[in-house]
C-alpha cells in the first residue's frame, strides 16, 4: 500500500513535500504543565457542549483550495453548499509559515512567520459559509536539525509555541495584515497519517530491548504539543483532532516500508502517554475497487475501512471514552480515467452516498470529508473528485448536493 494507505502506492496531497528520511528524536519534556492541565479543563467542557449527532459534510483538496483556482473553487463550494473544508497549515516546507526560527514564537505578528497564503483561503472561506478544519503539518528545518518535514521537531516546544500561534491568529479577534479581523478557525488536526512512513519517520526504533513503535512516541508529543498550543487562548469552541490515522499498516518493523496499523497505532500513543484530544481522525479507504462502502477488510487483518470502523470506535471508547471521531479524507477513483483502481462514474456516485450516509448513522461520527473535488492531473495522482480534470461533473458532484441537503447543519 501507499502513502495514506490509498491504493497503487500513490502518495496524498502531503507526500509530495514530505520526503522521508531518518531524523531526530521529540522530547516530551517541554510542553508547559500549568497549561495543560487548564487546558484540560476547558476543552473537556467544550467537548461536551460540541457533541453533536449531526454530520459536518466537506471537502479536503489541498491544490484546489490553497495555490489553485480558489476563487472558482469556493463558488462551487457555494454551490454544493460544503460545510468544512481542511486546509494543510504548513509549519514548515516549500508554503510554509515558519521558513525560519521567530524571535517571538507565541506572536502571530513575528516577522518570521509568512501567513498571507492561509489568511486568503480562509476569508474566502467565511464568505462563502465553510468552516476551515487546519492541519498542522511539517517541520521546518531550523527545528530539527535541517531534516525533512516529517522528521518532528526535536524540541516540543517549538511546535506547541506555533500551535499557539496559528491558533490566536485565527481566533476571530486578530487584525491581519490586509486590514480587518481574521476569520475564527475552530477545528485543528494535528499532523497527518502518522503511522504511514510517508508522513513520519521512524515508525519503528531497534532498542537493547527489541523495536519500539517510534512513531507513537513522537506522535504523542506531536497531538500534546498542538493540543496544548491551540488551547492555551482559551478560545471557546476550539477542538484538536489527533491520529489522522492511514488504513492500513504492516506491523513489521523489519519490512521494506514499515508502517503501523491504526488500531495498533493507536494504543501504542495511549502507552506512549497521550492524554488529552477532542476527537480521533481517520482515513479509512478501501483498498481494491472490488470493495464497496461496507466492504470488511480480511478477518485477522489489521485495516480499518468504513466497512469496520466500528472496531476502531469500540478501542478509542475503552482507551479514551466517548471521544468524537473524524473522518478527515475518504472516496473512490473513477474509471476512467483509472483503469486499475477506479469505479464507473455511476458507482463512485453510489458509494458516495453509502458512505455518507454510513457516516451520519453512527453517532460517534461528527465530521466526513471527500477526497478530492478534482480530478488530480497526472494518472498516478488521485482521481476520486467530483469533477474530472477537464472540469466535467461527474455524477458525485450532484449526489454530494444531495448528502448535504439530508443533513442538518450545527
Known amino acids: 500500500m501507499g502513502a495514506g494507505g490509498r491504493p497503487r502506492g500513490r502518495p496524498g496531497p502531503l507526500a509530495q513535500v514530505a520526503r522521508p528520511r531518518a531524523g531526530a528524536r521529540l522530547s516530551v519534556k517541554v510542553l508547559f504543565a500549568a497549561a495543560t492541565a487548564a487546558v484540560a479543563v476547558l476543552a473537556a467542557t467544550a467537548q461536551e457542549a460540541d457533541a453533536s449527532r449531526f454530520l459536518r459534510v466537506g471537502i479536503y483538496d489541498e491544490a484546489q483550495t490553497l495555490y489553485g483556482p480558489v476563487d472558482q473553487t469556493f463558488a462551487l463550494f457555494r454551490e454544493l453548499k ?29 516577522p518570521a512567520y509568512r501567513w498571507t497564503l492561509y489568511d486568503r483561503t480562509v476569508r474566502l ?33 517549538d511546535l506547541r509555541n506555533f500551535a499557539y500561534a496559528a491558533a490566536k491568529r485565527f481566533s476571530g479577534s486578530f487584525a491581519g495584515a490586509a486590514g480587518g479581523t481574521l476569520p475564527a478557525v475552530r477545528d485543528w488536526l494535528a499532523w497527518n497519517e502518522p503511522n504511514n512512513p510517508v508522513f513520519l519517520r521512524d515508525q519503528y526504533r531497534r532498542t537493547a530491548r527489541g523495536w519500539i513503535v517510534q512513531s507513537a512516541r513522537d506522535y504523542a508529543a506531536i497531538c500534546a504539543a498542538v493540543y ?83 472496531d476502531l470506535v469500540r478501542e478509542l471508547t475503552r482507551l479514551y471514552g466517548n471521544k468524537r471521531l473524524w473522518i478527515t479524507e475518504y472516496g473512490f477513483q473513477t474509471n476512467p480515467p483509472d483503469r486499475i483502481f477506479g469505479v464507473s462514474y455511476a458507482r463512485q456516485a453510489t458509494y458516495l452516498r453509502q458512505s455518507f450516509a454510513m457516516a451520519r448513522a453512527n453517532p460517534r461520527i461528527d465530521m466526513m470529508l471527500w ?33 448535504v441537503a439530508a443533513g442538518r447543519v450545527r
Open 228 to 310: 496544548a498550543g491551540v488551547h492555551a487562548t482559551l478560545v471557546s469552541g476550539e477542538r484538536v483532532g489527533c491520529g489522522v490515522t492511514a488504513p492500513r499498516g504492516n506491523n513489521n518493523p523489519r519490512s521494506a516500508r514499515p508502517s503501523i496499523s491504526p488500531i495498533a497505532f493507536l494504543r501504542a500513543v495511549k502507552s506512549a502517554g497521550l492524554a488529552h484530544f477532542d476527537a480521533w481522525a481517520h482515513h479509512p479507504y478501501y483498498a481494491a475497487p472490488s470493495e464497496t462502502p461496507a466492504s470488511r477488510p480480511d478477518a485477522g487483518g489489521t485495516a480499518v475501512t468504513l466497512g469496520n470502523i466500528g
Open 125 to 157: 472561506a467565511q464568505r462563502s459559509g465553510v468552516r476551515v478544519l487546519f492541519s498542522i503539518y511539517g517541520t521546518p528545518p531550523w527545528a530539527n536539525g535541517g531534516k525533512a518535514l516529517n522528521v518532528p521537531p526535536t524540541r516540543a516546544l
Open 82 to 110: 460544503v460545510q468544512e473544508v481542511r486546509l494543510n497549515l504548513y509549519w514548515g516546507g516549500r508554503f510554509g509559515v515558519a521558513r525560519r526560527r521567530p524571535a517571538s514564537a507565541t506572536n502571530p505578528a513575528d
Open 371 to 403: 477526497f478530492l473535488l478534482r480530478d488530480e492531473p497526472a494518472l498516478g495522482g488521485w482521481q476520486s473528485g467530483l469533477l474530472s480534470i477537464s472540469g466535467k461533473r461527474k455524477p458525485a458532484f450532484a449526489a454530494f448536493k444531495t448528502v
